[in-house]
């Protein structure tokens, strides 16, 4: 496992401990994201990373490794089960034995074993080929000179929401992005905003709110009260040509096409 963090973990990875861990999926993904933030794996959020995910993918704040491991599992299933119609993809899967490269990186040492023991359990091992870095996120200036343009996809999903810095200094991430991708590469993220951005709906609801409250000061996994969709918008646009956004409940999507390298901030 490649060391490059530079930094102490913080107050949002160190819940991640091998226990919590094994909660995770359940707990964080499967009930909190349906019932308190109103956006669920099962309908949007995988289908929106297994649109994002290519060849040579870097996941960002990797967890249990639930998203790319799900994902390369659909893949590899739909590449061996489908029949005498299948898709362009699924053919060069099966012809060429397509190999999937994946690069997982967290601030958390023990995120980085657990997903990577995940997706190695539920996929074949001959096709995917994975790399570890222990790395924050926010640190692009440290970046390793092998990571950049190295990728085609990346992802960031619920990351941004754990970090505990103000808003505008967690665009810090999306220079790191925008420093790994190919010119043609994608980012694609979520993440929870604070409740003056949440759609009507959630901002009816007392449950988000109690659970951002929890969250935020008991628990303190998460650090995003302040985190606004406009600041996190412009965040995006110093580091990208082309920026989509849509808030699902209280969740900000977001994709990021035509790095610009050297974005908009100051050398960190
Ligand atoms: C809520 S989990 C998200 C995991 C996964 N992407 C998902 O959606 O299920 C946040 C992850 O980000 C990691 N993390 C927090 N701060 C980080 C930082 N500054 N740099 C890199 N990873 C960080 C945590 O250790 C944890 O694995």
């Known amino acids: 496992m490649a060391d490059n963090t530079n930094t102490n973990t913080n107050r949002g990875s160190a819940w991640y401990t091998p226990l919590n861990l094994l909660i995770y999926d359940l707990h964080v993904l499967r009930i909190n994201m349906t019932y308190l933030w109103g956006c669920p794996i099962s309908s949007v959020l995988l289908p929106f990373f297994v649109d994002h995910f290519s060849e040579k993918h870097l996941d960002v704040g990797v967890a249990s490794g639930y998203f790319p491991s799900a994902a390369l599992s659909r893949l590899f299933s739909s590449s061996t089960s489908s029949g005498g119609t299948a898709t362009a993809t699924e053919n060069s899967d099966r012809e060429g034995e397509t190999e999937r490269q994946i690069t997982l990186m ?42 950049k343009r190295k990728f085609t996809s990346v992802s960031m999903f619920n990351l941004l929401h754990c970090i505990p810095v103000p808003c505008k ?36 609801r007392w449950l988000p709110k109690i659970g951002m409250w929890h969250l935020n000061h008991l628990v303190g996994v998460l650090s995003n009260q302040n985190d606004r969709k406009d600041i996190l918008e412009q965040g995006l646009r110093e580091n990208f040509g082309e920026v989509q956004t849509e808030v699902v409940g ?16 100051e050398e960190g």
């Open 169 to 204: 200094e967690k665009s810090s991430a999306f220079r790191l992005a925008a420093e790994c991708l190919e010119d043609g590469g994608v980012l694609a993220g979520c993440t929870i905003l604070g409740e003056q951005d949440w759609d009507e709906k959630s901002k009816k």
């Open 250 to 265: 209280c969740m900000l999507l977001f994709t990021a096409k035509k790095p610009i390298r050297g974005g908009g901030l």
């Open 106 to 147: 967290d601030i958390n040492p023990h995120c980085l074993t657990t997903a990577q023991s995940l997706i190695q359990r539920d996929n074949p091992l001959s096709r995917v080929k994975i790399d570890t870095i222990l790395h924050n996120a926010l640190n692009y200036a440290s970046l390793l000179e092998s990571l």
